[in-house]
């Protein structure tokens, strides 16, 4: 049978692929028995999930989903040489591959789903893998747009899956500690919380030409639900994270770090932001690289609780009280003092979710998996850490220096071209299924 033809008798040659998880269940895996792994999407952020699955006894690799068939035939190769070698065989079949992830997620055998697309693919994979029942690793952001995230976290709470978001550094030693200094109230009456992210990002001084799309990259699959334009190099393949039609530039790919941090230190993992205060940002000269290359704002919460944000700022969180500050990062932490470098941290005491396991971030995502526990990075905390990044981009870009935000519409109520440009449009026959309230 042509691989077209099975798509069309299997519903997936023009709509998004739906199947209740009535129809598999929830995928309670016991912890004795393998999980099966799809992957969609195997670019830069892939290498380093793939080689952790490889090497767990009860993950197996079942399957390789691409729109780019040159990195799909590599993955094979070597995910196939890592099993044959295992198996002490001479060559390994198992591993199968599609430029279609809902050829992937038609396999009743797939359990767990890891995405690493482009983030304009981010809400209709995971939208699509948890109706079909399958657990799922997606790397952050969370989502292009709010409205996206609603949706994907509406899916996820209907289909009753397990999803970790890629926001590792919550599995960080120094980031559990600086949680919990900050919620045990060491530090005093906070008065300053300010975060620093990387500012640039892509080289916008190239020559910029369309060509045809290389034989091996399903454009147009890359493409999905974003508008149809001409293929250039500098559009796909890592470099897609400076263009909005696409992702949100350096801001929405740290947000979801440092970030994310500051609101497990501030409690406001689960509260959406009121405003946006003095929104500002610089962009360069390119037609397609057209995110924001510096940028500054403050987000307002309820209560007067207030996280500045900018990438002038020092690399991490700052976070400063009546009584001493912390300072912490990727791989570090800086105490005010000797005495608050010291302090034991009591069993017991405030950390991220997910504790009840104390192993890395990908394996905490199996072990909530197979013993029913909340992953250390929920997909609703993941949505609220994007949200503040979404709505800075829509104010940069509407030339507003603030935005008020009604949560409970979830609409701009200051600025009817910021609430424009939040607005999710895709392009047919693509459509964001909402799994409602």
């Not at 197996?60 to 070698?85: E, F, H, M, P």
Request: glycine share 10%; aromatic share 8%.
């Amino acid at each position: 049978m042509k691989r077209r033809d099975f798509l069309r008798m299997a519903g997936l040659a023009a709509a998004p692929f739906i199947i209740p998880s009535r129809l598999f269940g929830q995928n309670n895996a016991a912890p004795s028995r393998r999980l099966n792994v799809a992957a969609i999407g195997t670019g830069s952020q892939w290498g380093g999930h793939r080689n952790y699955i490889l090497g767990q006894k009860n993950l197996q690799l079942t399957w390789i989903c691409d729109v780019d068939a040159g990195r799909r035939r590599s993955n094979v190769d070597t995910v196939s040489a890592a099993y044959a070698k295992r198996d002490g065989v001479t060559a390994y079949n198992g591993v199968r591959q599609t430029g279609d992830f809902r050829e992937a997620l038609a396999d009743r055998d797939v359990d767990v789903v890891w995405i690493c697309t482009p983030d304009h693919w981010h809400a209709l994979t995971l939208i699509a893998a948890a109706q079909a029942g399958k657990h799922v690793y997606v790397e952050k952001p969370l989502a292009r747009t709010i409205a996206e995230g609603r949706a994907m976290v509406r899916a996820a709470r209907r289909a009753g899956v397990v999803c970790q978001v890629g926001c590792q550094q919550r599995s960080s030693r120094e980031c559990r500690r600086a949680v919990a200094l900050a919620r045990m109230g060491v530090l005093g009456d906070i008065k300053t919380v300010r975060v620093g992210l990387p500012g640039g990002g892509g080289n916008r001084n190239l020559a910029w030409a369309p060509s045809a799309p290389p034989a091996d990259l399903d454009f147009q699959m890359w493409l999905g639900p974003t508008p149809d334009v001409p293929y250039m190099p500098q559009r796909v393949h890592y470099e897609w994270r400076w263009n909005y039609a696409y992702a949100g530039g350096q801001l929405t790919d740290w947000i979801n770090h440092h970030y994310d941090m500051a609101q497990l230190m501030y409690g406001v993992s689960e509260v959406a932001p009121v405003a946006i205060h003095n929104a500002s940002a610089s962009f360069g000269n390119s037609a397609v690289y057209d995110t924001a290359t510096e940028y500054s704002f403050a987000v307002e919460y309820p209560d007067n609780k207030v996280i500045e944000v900018s990438n002038r700022y020092w690399g991490g969180v700052e976070m400063i009280g009546s009584e001493g500050w912390i300072k912490v990062t990727r791989g570090g932490i800086e105490h005010s003092s000797q005495a608050l470098k010291s302090l034991v941290v009591p069993a017991g005491a405030y950390d991220v979710p997910g504790r009840a396991t104390e192993h890395g971030h990908q394996q905490n995502f199996i072990d909530a998996i197979l013993n029913g526990l909340t992953p250390r990075a929920p997909i609703l905390h993941a949505h609220y850490t994007a949200l503040p990044a979404h709505l800075a981009n829509a104010a940069f870009r509407a030339g507003v220096d603030e935005l008020r935000w009604d949560a409970g519409t979830e609409r701009v109520t200051n600025s009817d071209e910021a609430q424009r440009l939040l607005a999710c449009n895709y392009r047919a026959p693509w459509a964001l299924a909402d799994a409602g309230k």
